[in-house]
């Protein structure tokens, strides 16, 4: 291949035809310090003139550009690395090959309709214009296949294929022919330039919050681990009120744990409510809309939900909830700051209570050492340090 011609206009029109849409600018300088490699000149010419990109219908290119609560390419970037590392497990070879940023890393750029991931070959070589494509079939796991097979080509090269002849697939099954369509992505109507993540002091340093990996415990251990915000937010209501509407009061454990780090989201899944929420969409509503939902699916598959709710003793009243639709509640037995936690699991069996309060239990999920259903829990080379976050509510308007 003539890498001199293959981020060329005319090619790019050749292939996909003229853009539809307005382009997100990228701050090209900002992304490659970033990730500390500079990138192809096909994928930055195609992202300067077409954006995030959807071709042929089937395959996402995508591209620096974030859209709140749709997409963050940044993220995008992590979370397809440790999808691909821990599902490679399941299949030969079951060794994962290595990621960025590790030295010579895949570098994931784009996915498939049908779940493929793809990626370029990082240690291949140094220009970066001839970096192969590598792509992860995810069917191919599935049947205990190896998922991963090296094309060879760049990536202009790589979708001339695909729109031409079509793609072979590990295990089976070819990529395309695709219809030479290029369209904005359809789930990012909206986005905008993306920003690596701005550097600031650290208001706890690395070494004290490792260290309260390892040792330490409650609130103390959890605020050096994850520094809490400046001002929790709670809402406008009073903590009486709510126990007068509810008709019990709550656990110390979770109103010590609240007035330090308030509503948000804890490891990117778990979502606390804004307890104090005054309003037609306050806790209270919360709670008797999920235990409405109970009861009907109760009335479908009663072997699968089990639990008594509340007001009735030992009644499940939920507070949290993950982004997967999984609950989070006690178990109101006897005194409240006794109450056991579960989890009522969408996408896995019902489980026994969860060892400990909650901040006990929210500790050893940080730790990644606390296996229940319905928890996702540490990859074996994840660093839990980079997964223990908590981000507060910050839109009026949400939860």
Known sequence: ??????????????????????????????????????????????????????????????????????????????????????????????????????????LAFGMTRSSSHLFWDTAACADPDRWPVVLFHQDAVYRGINPWRSYGTPLLDFLDAALATGIPLPGGGTLGPLPPTARRTAFLPGAVPW????????????????????????????????????????????????????????????LALMSRYGAGCWMGWLRFLTPLRTGEDGFVRHVAQTLNGYRTLREHAPQGHRLPLWPAAGGFLPFANSIDGDQFGWLTEGDPDGWPLTVWPRHADQ???????????????????????????????????????????????YW
């Open 195 to 254: 920003a690596p993540p701005a550097p600031g002091a650290e208001p706890v340093p690395a070494a004290h919050r490792r260290a309260a990996l390892r040792e330490g415990s409650g609130l103390d251990a959890l605020r050096l681990l994850i520094p809490p915000p400046r001002v929790p937010r709670l809402g406008p209501g009073d903590w009486p009120a709510l126990f007068d509407r509810l008709g019990t009061r709550l656990p110390a454990d979770y």
């Open 1 to 106: 291949m003539d890498a001199s011609r293959s981020h060329g206009p005319d090619r790019l029109s050749a292939l996909l035809g003229p853009p539809a849409a307005a382009p997100v600018p990228v701050d090209w300088p900002a992304v490659e310090s970033w990730l500390r490699l500079r990138l192809p000149a096909d994928y930055k010419a195609l992202a300067a003139a077409y954006g995030p990109l959807d071709i042929g219908d089937c395959l996402w290119l995508h591209t620096p550009c974030v859209q709140a609560g749709h997409f963050d390419w940044g993220t995008w970037l992590r979370t397809t690395h440790r999808h691909c590392r821990i599902s490679s497990r399941d299949a030969p070879p079951n060794e994962p090959p290595p990621f960025h940023p590790a030295p010579g890393g895949l």
């Open 351 to 397: 489980g026994p209570p969860l060892p400990g309060t909650l901040t006990e239990v929210l500790l050893a999920w940080l730790r990644g050492t606390l296996s229940a259903e319905g928890l996702p829990g540490l990859d074996r080379d994840d660093d839990p340090l980079e997964y223990a976050t908590f981000e507060p509510w910050t839109d009026a308007s």
